[in-house]
């Protein structure tokens, strides 16, 4: 809902990791493969799994080690 209302996630995708423990996942769908933001995240230490449903749709697991 946020890309679709033209704002950008960044920040509330952030503060949604930031809040996570270790174990847990979070999971990012959006129109397109975010691979900045798997490098940012993988950076920090995380591992994801990209799952595309289609060419405009993509699910992104990422998990705290």
Known sequence: PILAGGQEPFDAIMQGVA??????????IAPFEPVPLE??????????HV???SSEHFSVTFHRN
């Open 51 to 53: 799952t595309e449903h």
């Open 19 to 28: 809040a996570l423990e270790e174990g847990q996942d979070l999971v990012v």
């Open 39 to 48: 490098g940012v995240l993988a950076s920090q230490g995380f591992t994801y």
